[in-house]
Each structure stands twice: as structure tokens, then as C-alpha cells.
């Protein structure tokens, strides 16, 4: 059979002729788009999907309907059609061979291009956050306004190795699926259950154990006065580490000479027990919540787990702040005018009211404050209304950056635990009422995490003193 034979034989049955056109009309869309890929031109995560996944998976189907139409059109020959002799003595079998080996080739290319660039566009930040946008929209604009924003996704969530790289693409086919047919849970929960040990990730950047001694920490807070009264708090954070073989401080916690586990509930928000292991000398302490003790109606209620970073850094990367949390970073870094009357006190009133989508938010948050500026200080409203604009568009920043009405997650639905003002966080162990049977608690003294160097002072001492 000849060359021309052979490209003949691609044409005799519909579906090798289908076959032949879609990984044709396949391959030449995929060296185009990859063309545009390579020259910079990436475009929104959807190009990358249908580059790398949809088109390639095309192109496989064509290859795979080739040979079956080959086979049927041989059918039609009847049973006893002979089947072809492999002679490399003679030029036509030599031809054909050489086509076929170049087909392959460019197949194989292709294929192979295909999968590393599916895998490595899988593995972006945009892939993530983006090609399922209305459902993930809370965790990505969350991440991008976090201190992990410059990380990928993937190296918290997957980390290194084939096994968990397996186990997330697994996990993401059943996600597409809840995407595709609306199964998914709104609010969607942490999946504190599924992420990999912290010290798989985290740890491959952070050394807890390593000393850090203590931190300075300044909290500014604004007051809901007319004047917006800015307030500081200053705390020595006894952060702490290992110092030669003894270790001290908040991150005693994780000293690799002990491990602590706790039982709790699913949210891990209520902790019936934690059991700490003396890994030198075997001592194994207990403490239990109330009712919760051995013999008691919730002794074996719960979940175990040995306790790591993301017990207390549990939103290290999706920090969904409280309101007035926002509200002040907004005033001390001059994106709300601190001399406008009462713009603290209107401005919580504003973004913790409900809106039904973000536009609604946006337009509520304006007019509600250039109606209480033009009601109450007609002067402000006509002299400042930049200002005013201003704060508005913060106010509505603030807001759009926690709340997500389609997703049902407004403020304080995802606690974070680290401190204990937003959510309970360090008290739910260091309350006073876990104890050892023998009536030793887990204290909920404050200097054992920090000392108060100033309480929402307007003028800290200690401040004055460590100004240059």
C-alpha cells in the first residue's frame, strides 16, 4: 500500500474520516493557542483549559476513532480480508512505515506538551481561584488580600509528592462535578479535615521550633466618637521557640519533645480534651473540659487530632477580618479621613447592614454616607465630598473583601483563631476549666502569651519611650 493508499484508507468508513478531521482540526488548534502561550499571551484561566484539557482530549478522541473505523472498513471486506504484510524490502512498506513513525512522533509531542501544560496550568492561582469564580470567590479574594498572596495554592494545599498530587486532582474531579451540577454546600466549609500535616507545607518555609523570642505588637484602634479618638494597645508577644533544649513561649506548643493531640467537635471550635505526651520520659497529662471527663456523658464524644500550626493559624492564608478590624486599618492608613465627623461609628453601621449582592452593597454604603453627611454636617458634605467618596469606596472595600451574599458568608463566618478577640481561638483550651483529674488547669493567665504593656491608651507611655 501506497502513501497515498494509506491516506485514502483514513477516508473509507465515517468514523476514521471523523476521527482523521478532529485530531487535525485539534492539533492545529492546540500548536496555536500553545504558540500564543508561549509568547506571553496567557488570557483568563478559561483559555488555559480549553488549551490544555479540552483540546487535547479532543485530539486523543480522534486518534481513538481512527483505528475503529480502519478496523470496520476492513469488515466490509469480509472475514477472510487479508491482512497487511510488514516487508521492509519493498519502498511502499518502507513509506508508510515512515509516515506512520512521524504521525506518531507528532502525536506523542503533542500529547506530551498537552499534559505537562495541563498539569502545570492546574497548578496556578488563577486555576484555582478563578475557573470555578462564583464558588470560590470568597477564599481567593481573601487570599489575595493575605500575607500568602505571592504563594501558589497548590504548595499549601498539595505540597511535594506524587501521592497527595494524586489525591487533589481525585479530590478537584469530584469538585468539578458539584460545580457542574450545584451540589456544593453554601457557605463552603474550611476543609480543615483534608489538608495535608502542616509539617508536609507549612513547615517546608516556616521553622516553628526555631527561638524567636518576643515581638513587639501595636494595635490601633479608633474610638466612635465624633472625633474618631485613635487608641493603642502595645503587647509583648512572647512568641518564644527553643532555646538550647528547653523551649518557651506561644510556639511550646509544637516543641518536637512532646506531643499534644485534643478531642473535639467537627469545627474543632469546642474541645472536650487534650492529652500532652512527654516524648523523653513517656509522662502522658490529661485535660478535660467539663462533662467531659473520664466516665462522663461526653468522654468519648469527638474527633483526635495531634495538634499543629493550623490549629491556631487556621486562616494563614484566607483571613476574612472582622468589620471593625477593617474599618481601622482603613483610618490608619488614610484611605478614610480620620477629621470626618463620626465617619467610624456610620461606617459600622453601614457595612454590617445587609445588602442583597455587591452592587446594592456599593450604592447603600455611598448614599447612606453622603445622606448623614448632608443631614448632619451640610458643611463637610459640600466641602469634602472627595473625602467622602473616599471613605465610601474603603467602607464598600472593606465589605466586598468578608461578605459574599451568593455564597451566604458575611462577617465572622469563618473564625480565625489566632488571639482570642475575634473568635474564642486560644480559650478554647486556655480557659480555666479544662483540668487534670488532680484539679490542675489549663490557665488563662494573660502573661503566659504576652505581656500588656499598654491597654487602648491614647498616648502610650512605652510608645514615647521607644520613639527614636
Not at 198 to 209: G, M, N, S
Not at 221 to 243: C, F, I, N, P, Q
Not at 290 to 302: F, K, L, N
Request: aromatic residues 8%; charged residues 20%.
Amino acid at each position: 500500500m501506497s502513501v497515498k493508499s494509506f491516506f485514502a484508507a483514513l477516508t473509507r468508513h465515517p468514523l476514521s474520516l471523523t476521527g482523521t478531521a478532529i485530531a487535525t482540526a485539534a492539533a492545529i488548534l492546540f500548536l496555536f493557542l500553545f504558540s500564543l502561550d508561549a509568547l506571553g499571551l496567557h488570557g483568563h484561566p478559561y483559555i488555559g483549559i480549553l488549551s490544555y484539557l479540552i483540546v487535547p482530549a479532543l485530539f486523543v478522541l480522534g486518534l481513538v476513532l481512527i483505528p475503529i473505523g480502519l478496523r470496520r472498513a476492513r469488515k466490509r471486506h469480509g472475514a477472510a480480508a487479508p491482512l497487511p504484510v510488514i516487508d521492509f524490502n519493498l519502498e511502499a512498506t518502507r513509506n508508510r512505515f515512515l509516515v506512520f513513525l512521524a504521525l506518531t512522533v507528532v502525536n506523542v509531542v503533542i500529547v506530551a506538551l498537552a499534559t505537562y501544560k495541563a498539569v502545570e496550568v492546574m497548578d496556578t492561582t488563577a486555576f484555582c481561584g478563578e475557573a470555578c469564580h462564583s464558588v470560590m470567590a470568597p477564599e481567593h479574594t481573601a487570599f489575595q488580600r493575605g500575607a500568602h498572596a505571592s504563594t501558589r495554592c497548590v504548595d499549601c494545599h498539595i505540597g511535594p509528592g506524587a501521592g497527595w498530587f494524586v489525591k487533589s486532582k481525585l479530590s478537584g474531579s469530584w469538585q468539578v462535578v458539584s460545580v457542574a451540577l450545584n451540589l456544593y454546600p453554601t457557605p463552603i466549609p474550611t476543609p480543615v479535615h483534608s489538608l495535608r500535616p502542616a509539617r508536609e507545607t507549612c513547615e517546608q518555609c516556616h521553622w516553628p521550633q526555631k527561638f524567636v523570642g518576643d515581638r513587639l505588637r501595636v494595635i490601633t484602634k479608633y474610638d466612635d466618637d465624633e472625633a474618631s479618638t485613635e487608641r493603642k494597645t502595645v503587647l509583648l508577644m512572647r512568641v518564644g521557640g527553643l532555646v538550647g533544649r528547653a523551649s518557651q513561649g506561644i510556639h511550646w506548643h509544637v516543641d518536637p519533645s512532646h506531643t499534644i493531640r485534643y478531642r473535639s467537635d467537627a469545627s474543632r471550635e469546642t474541645i472536650y480534651e487534650v492529652e500532652m505526651t512527654d516524648l523523653r520520659g513517656g509522662e502522658v497529662v490529661r485535660w478535660y473540659a467539663d462533662g467531659a471527663e473520664e466516665g462522663g456523658a461526653e468522654a468519648t464524644t469527638g474527633i483526635w487530632r495531634t495538634m499543629d500550626c493550623v490549629d491556631c493559624h487556621n486562616r494563614p492564608s484566607h483571613t476574612f477580618r472582622p468589620p471593625a478590624v477593617e474599618i481601622d486599618e482603613a483610618i490608619a492608613t488614610a484611605r478614610i479621613a480620620r477629621d470626618l465627623p463620626y465617619v467610624r461609628r456610620e461606617g459600622m453601621k453601614l457595612i454590617t447592614a445587609d445588602y442583597a449582592d455587591r452592587e446594592a452593597a456599593r450604592l447603600a454604603i455611598r448614599d447612606g454616607l453622603t445622606r448623614f453627611y448632608v443631614d448632619e454636617y451640610p458643611e463637610v458634605a459640600a466641602d469634602r465630598a472627595a473625602d467622602i467618596d473616599a471613605a465610601a469606596t474603603a467602607l464598600f472595600e472593606g465589605w466586598a473583601g468578608n461578605v459574599f451574599p451568593g455564597m451566604k458568608v458575611s462577617w465572622g463566618t469563618y473564625p480565625n483563631h489566632i488571639g482570642h478577640e475575634q473568635a474564642p481561638g486560644c480559650f478554647r483550651c486556655h480557659d480555666d476549666a479544662h483540668s487534670t483529674p488532680e484539679g490542675k488547669a489549663i490557665s488563662q493567665d494573660c502573661e503566659t502569651c504576652h505581656s500588656i504593656l499598654a491597654m487602648e491608651e491614647v498616648e502610650p507611655e512605652i510608645l514615647a519611650t521607644l520613639s527614636p
